[in-house]
């Protein structure tokens, strides 16, 4: 309740009823105070002598005096103890109500804690007078600006909308678009709030208005603003593009300052009773058809009461004109993210695996990704691009293994088979027989040992051994690898395996079997 100094005419007429005879109910409602204050001045009153037997008389100035001084003591600058006690605490109070805005009922029981006991009538007083509590700061008329500049934009909660995809109603919202010099407006039915649907909403703005504004003034949205830093907000990189790709700019309104955007402030509420309330809506589709229809009808033909003319006119006299052109095409909302490179080369974006060059691996980079490319930085510096790929899709480019590893992480098995045959005709013949299965990846490992023997032996002495293996029929790494040990590969091919029909695996050289009966003929 706030304290009202009772003044002395009051007092004289609380006085008066009692003497009438009315009991202090009455006499206060007569009066115009509390029953309580008018039960205090009686009392005093009756104190003094007082009496009802005395009639009217008895209420001179100096009786009303006495009672006044009784009731209500001389106090130094018009306050009592409690005030000088708050005094004291006025800095402790401040920080509490600007820095921590706390509640009075709170600070009160902070103070309590403290041992400083004040009614809360007095401490409300207190913070009022002295500390700015509940003072609304003089709000200043702003200059609306040149005629197609400036657009606030806020979200407002309307209520529940049928959703078929899930069967239930959920809680829609509306963006709303509002022309600062015309007040021409726009309104944007969405259940969420995030990115793609302040997107959404802006385009569909452009479309309903005709052309861009060139200076965009919202709320801290989430999707919008990463830091509200009074002067240099942080915007999210998605805004940033959006907004560099349509050409405005964007300033936004502070955290909890209404002021900054007023021209749309006011008009959420006026868009949830005159639209939504009483309505029933079929779905999303719906309640937006019907929503465009009333910002063109009804909220665009009133006679606004600041500029006293209609937003739809003014705006497609002064503005229309102003604003930068529509755009031609679709947004492509992109993806930003800022995934590691993992060891296999590769990161991970919207669920698909995309490669990046090996001396990556391990750091971070930056990725834009829209419905078509998807392109990596690091460091500023674009060094990959790929196509979109689906969730679990995946793109990689062989150039971003290091030499040798991509025939075999990509399982490409031509590639391997060419790297052999530049080692020699029999080695490329040698490796394409080992990867002739119905599986080749499975065989790619030995093709590799092939390949290592070719490093350590040289090419001419590989190819001369895998040249002597086919002629024998012999498909085996390992036999390779022994013939080349043993330097055998330049051994003529025994005679008996050169027989019709195809080289025989297992013949032998007849001077082996001479050499057995030599040996025979000396034992006897």
Same mark, same amino acid.
């Given at each position: 309740m706030?304290?009202?100094?009772v003044a ?8 008066r009823?009692?003497l009438g005879? !009315?009991?202090?109910?009455?006499a206060?409602e007569?009066a ?5 204050t008018?039960?205090r001045?009686?009392?005093a009153a009756v104190a003094?002598g007082?009496?009802?037997?005395g009639?009217e008389a008895?209420?001179?100035d100096?009786?009303?005096g006495?009672?006044? =001084?009784?009731?209500?003591p001389?106090?130094r ?6 005030w000088?006690?708050l005094l !004291?605490?006025?800095p402790r ?8 805005e706390?509640q009075?009922t709170?600070?009160q029981?902070?103070?309590?804690r403290?041992?400083i006991a004040?009614p809360?009538r007095t401490?409300h007083r207190?913070? !009022? ?5 509940g003072?609304?700061q ?5 200059a609306?600006?040149?005629?197609g500049?400036e657009?606030?934009l806020?979200f407002?909660?309307?209520?529940l ?17 509002t022309?600062v010099y015309s007040?021409?407006m726009f309104?944007?039915?969405?259940f969420s709030q995030t ?8 385009e ?5 208005f005709?052309?861009?504004f060139r ?7 989430s999707?919008?603003?990463t830091?509200?830093?009074p002067?240099?907000? &942080? ?11 349509r050409g405005f700019?964007?300033d936004?309104a502070r955290v909890?300052?209404p002021?900054d955007k007023?021209?749309?402030?006011r008009?959420?509420p006026y868009?949830?009773e005159?639209f939504?309330?009483g309505?029933d809506?079929l779905d ?10 009333w910002? %063109?009808s009804t ?5 606004h009461?600041?500029?006293a003319?209609r937003p ?5 006299a ?10 031609? #095409?679709?947004y492509?909302?992109p993806i ?12 991970e974006?919207?669920?698909?695996l995309?490669?990046?060059?090996g001396?990556?691996?391990g750091?971070r980079?930056?990725?834009?990704a829209?419905?078509v490319?998807?392109k990596i930085?690091s460091?500023g510096?674009?060094v990959?691009?790929h196509?979109?790929?689906?969730p679990?899709?995946?793109? =990689?480019?062989? #150039?971003d293994?290091?030499a ?5 992480a990509?399982?490409?098995a031509? =590639?391997l088979t060419?790297k052999?045959?530049?080692?020699g005709p029999?080695?490329g013949v040698?490796a394409a ?8 990846? &499975?065989?790619?490992?030995?093709v590799y040992r092939?390949?290592?023997?070719v490093?350590t032996?040289?090419p001419?002495a !590989?190819?001369a051994?895998? %040249?002597r293996a086919?002629?024998?029929d012999?498909?085996?790494? &390992?036999?390779?690898a022994?013939m080349l040990e043993?330097a055998?590969?330049?051994e003529?091919?025994p005679?008996?395996?050169k ?7 297992f013949?032998?050289d007849?001077?082996e079997?001479q ?5 025979q003929?000396?034992?006897?």
């Amino acid at each position: 309740m706030v304290f009202r100094e009772v003044a002395v005419i009051e007092i004289r007429e609380v006085l008066r009823c009692w003497l009438g005879g !009315v009991g202090l109910r009455t006499a206060a409602e007569r009066a115009g105070v509390d029953r309580k204050t008018a039960r205090r001045y009686v009392e005093a009153a009756v104190a003094a002598g007082l009496t009802r037997e005395g009639g009217e008389a008895q209420l001179t100035d100096e009786l009303v005096g006495a009672v006044v =001084t009784v009731v209500r003591p001389a106090r130094r600058a018009g306050h009592g103890q409690a005030w000088e006690t708050l005094l !004291v605490e006025e800095p402790r109070i401040r920080d509490w109500i600007e820095r921590d805005e706390l509640q009075l009922t709170n600070i009160q029981g902070k103070l309590a804690r403290r041992g400083i006991a004040v009614p809360y009538r007095t401490l409300h007083r207190f913070a !009022v007078e002295r500390c700015g509590f509940g003072r609304r700061q003089p709000t200043l008329r702003v200059a609306d600006g040149e005629p197609g500049v400036e657009c606030q934009l806020d979200f407002g909660r309307l209520g529940l909308v049928p959703d078929p995809d899930t069967g239930r109603r959920r809680v829609a919202h509306a963006l709303i678009f509002t022309a600062v010099y015309s007040r021409h407006m726009f309104v944007w039915v969405s259940f969420s709030q995030t990115l793609p649907a302040v997107i959404a909403g802006c385009e569909a703005a452009w479309a309903w208005f005709g052309g861009v504004f060139r200076v965009l003034i919202p709320d801290n949205l989430s999707p919008v603003i990463t830091d509200a830093e009074p002067v240099n907000p &942080t915007f999210t990189l998605g805004w940033l593009d959006y907004a560099q790709s349509r050409g405005f700019v964007t300033d936004p309104a502070r955290v909890r300052r209404p002021r900054d955007k007023p021209r749309v402030e006011r008009v959420v509420p006026y868009v949830r009773e005159n639209f939504f309330r009483g309505e029933d809506f079929l779905d999303l589709t719906d309640a937006q058809r019907r929503v465009e229809a009333w910002c %063109a009808s009804t909220a665009g033909l009133r006679v606004h009461g600041t500029h006293a003319q209609r937003p739809a006119e003014l705006f497609a006299a002064a503005e229309a004109a102003a604003l930068l052109p529509a755009p031609a #095409g679709r947004y492509d909302v992109p993806i930003f993210a800022t995934p590691k490179v993992a060891r296999d080369h590769h990161v991970e974006v919207a669920r698909g695996l995309y490669s990046v060059p090996g001396e990556l691996i391990g750091q971070r980079v930056d990725v834009r990704a829209d419905s078509v490319l998807v392109k990596i930085y690091s460091r500023g510096q674009l060094v990959k691009t790929h196509p979109r790929k689906p969730p679990g899709g995946r793109s =990689t480019d062989p #150039g971003d293994y290091p030499a040798g590893r991509a025939e075999y992480a990509l399982r490409d098995a031509a =590639t391997l088979t060419a790297k052999a045959a530049a080692a020699g005709p029999a080695v490329g013949v040698y490796a394409a027989r080992l990867l002739d299965i119905p599986l080749p990846w &499975t065989r790619m490992r030995t093709v590799y040992r092939l390949l290592g023997l070719v490093r350590t032996f040289g090419p001419a002495a !590989v190819d001369a051994a895998c %040249a002597r293996a086919l002629d024998l029929d012999v498909v085996d790494v &390992t036999k390779i690898a022994r013939m080349l040990e043993q330097a055998r590969e330049h051994e003529p091919t025994p005679a008996a395996a050169k027989v019709i029909g195809g080289p025989a695996r297992f013949a032998r050289d007849p001077g082996e079997f001479q050499a057995g009966q030599q040996f025979q003929a000396g034992q006897q």
